[in-house]
């Protein structure tokens, strides 16, 4: 393999680089990168990926991902011109090499011979051994190799998704609820019914403008005059490219551009363009699917919820399937394991978070742990000091109203039990929000609806609330 000193030198001796970067810049609509170029001429010597990594001193998925969100697809594209009678679209070649060896038959290569003529045909849309399909994009990709039965949430998402044809599908819940995992379970069983996937996290917050820059590019749009564009210019532009392509794009983690400290459903300041997005996403007319996560819900996506071209979902801990976390830590008791999963409301997270306590601190006895009498939050309580300081002054003294009651309240009682002054209307507004945010219980006897909170919240209200 050549130093890192004389990057891929062989290729200029080889091959026909002038002519090759200007086509693809063609194909491209735009010059290659110098980084582009470098990654082509390792390709063009034979080096795999990952060799082509070593020598430019890049992590190996720094160069897959640029690969497969460009390179491979600007060759695809002079290729498909170059050879559409030569090629077929019936068979596939899970190898990298296909690289040099059809830019040879398309007549790139200098020294005749030089490269070994391909012995099968390539289809464009390649799935190649360690490379991600160029048709997808992940900025992260949730492992779940170990996923608990949701099949019924899963066929009813399929349905929203593929047979209803919903623009926008909103999933909320808790954190730990198991949000992510789901959105990307349905991800892998619906994807091949897509032109493409882009899977993107907003944890890190990137502005809305460096977003939609990012996902242009992938797609291979990106506008010419971008740096004069507003947002809502590129929103439109977005829109028009799923008017003609069905693609699913997955947004998770977008509580992380809601705001803190007031009601639920608005935009932290400089991330409103994301309000406008989605909004956008779910009202005008597309072929394409959006799927979000987050915490809690939004006003908009609720408003609609009912309605065919935007779902909501609240996610809700597991049932049946919940054993199998507590038979992973080897718990003892089984007849007591329906118990700790109603008190924890299945939440996948803090079943986890508890299975471990009770095998670390009582050799995984669950009756030894029920004896304590004593609901144990152990590490979740991070998870929710997160979300609890998401919360607007008024609705902290709500939730610590009803974790402090014995029993759940009618909205009268709510009102008696809070020291601030507000009408009806306006605490019907705090309990939706608290609803959207997935922390109230309700029950209903007698005509009468009452509140509470879910057990995990209630004791951390208790314990932090006031």
Sequence with gaps: MASSGGKFAEAAQQWNLGQLYQDLGVAKGKKLTRTEMEYLRGLLCSYSPGEIADVCKVEPATVSTALSRGLYRYIENLLESRLRQQLSKASQVKNWNWVPQLLARAGYCLQQGATEQPKVSVPFAMKLDGIPDANESWDSKPDISVFYDRNDEIALLKQWALTERCRSIVLYGLGGIGKTSLAAKLTLEIKDEFECLIWRSLRNQPPVQVFLTDIFEFLNCLPADQCLQTTSDKISKLISYFQQHRCLLVLDDVQAVLSSGELSGHYQPGFEGYGE?????????HQSCVVLTSWENFRRASRVSNSTSARSYRVEGLGEAAKSILANEKLLDENLWDELISAYRGNPLALRVIAVSIQELFGGSVTEFLEQNTFFLGDLEYSLHQQFERLSSIEKEVTTCLALAEHALKVSEILEG???????????????SLERRSLLEKTRSNNVTKFTLQPTVTKYAKKYGQ
């Excluded at 997005?277 to 007319?285: D, F, G, H, K």
């Excluded at 809070?418 to 309990?431: F, W």
């Design 418 to 432: 809070i020291t601030s002054q507000i009408s009806t209307s306006e605490l019907l507004k705090i309990l939706t």
């Design 277 to 285: 997005l989605l909004r956008r996403l779910e009202e005008e007319t």
